[in-house]
């Protein structure tokens, strides 16, 4: 086992804060890149890397940047082939003992699948096999996922210029869901004024 359940709890008081306290408290997501469209159709996910790295051009982009620093092509990190997408993060994360990505790639595994296996190329297939076995069952749907973290509030990026139609969706059936699901505002769209379409945008703003 890499992590244990007192991962980075060196203290008697540590554990005790955080097994006693810390750990049964609900979480505030104030920052996320998940997709208000999938949580609200509940979407349920192919394999680990759909669910892990790149989906429909969504993802984690700290974990491009290592697969990046890695020299993975960036016909990889956003292509069709989601296995070959998925190796290339293993052999990154192997490269990256001391980063945090490694630490957290690890506890994700272990948390959300209940996977102890070191992320690397001896293992990559058996990982692979038991994670995509868990995300084919309903528990392990965009909702119940955010259920089973025992999350009460998710908030979203958004464009300003969005009608935000998903987040109505979603307020609407909150009690259904059990957490909410809140607008954060992004304007990645005004940073770029060489950008083509910049001034259709500000209009559309």
């Known amino acids: 086992m890499l992590l244990g359940d007192d991962f980075l709890l060196n203290t008697e008081w ?42 429909n051009g969504f993802g984690d982009h700290y974990k491009w940047r290592l697969m990046r620093a890695n020299g993975t092509p960036e016909s990889v990190i956003r292509g069709d082939d989601d296995h070959a997408k ?4 293993v052999d990154a994360v192997e490269r990256a003992i001391g980063n945090p990505i490694y630490d957290w790639s690890h506890l994700e595994l272990r948390r959300f699948f209940g996977i102890d296996l070191t ?57 259904d869901n059990g957490f909410k699901v809140l607008p954060t505002f992004r304007p990645d769209g ?12 500000c209009d559309k703003l």
């Open 119 to 175: 992320i690397c190329r001896k293992n990559a297939e058996e990982i692979w096999e038991r994670a995509n076995a868990l995300l084919a069952t309903p528990d392990f749907t965009a909702k119940r996922l955010i259920q089973r973290m025992n999350v009460k509030c998710v908030c979203t990026t958004d464009d300003p210029a969005s009608d935000l139609a998903y987040h109505k969706l979603l307020a609407a059936e909150e009690a």
């Open 14 to 55: 540590a554990r005790k804060l955080y097994h006693c306290h810390a750990e049964k408290m609900p979480i505030i997501d104030y920052h996320c890149h998940l997709v208000p469209a999938e949580i609200y159709e509940n979407k349920s996910y192919e394999n680990l890397a759909q669910v892990w790295l790149y989906d």
């Open 190 to 201: 005004l940073m770029n004024i060489s950008a083509a379409g910049f001034a259709d945008y």
């Open 86 to 89: 998925y190796l290339a993060f």
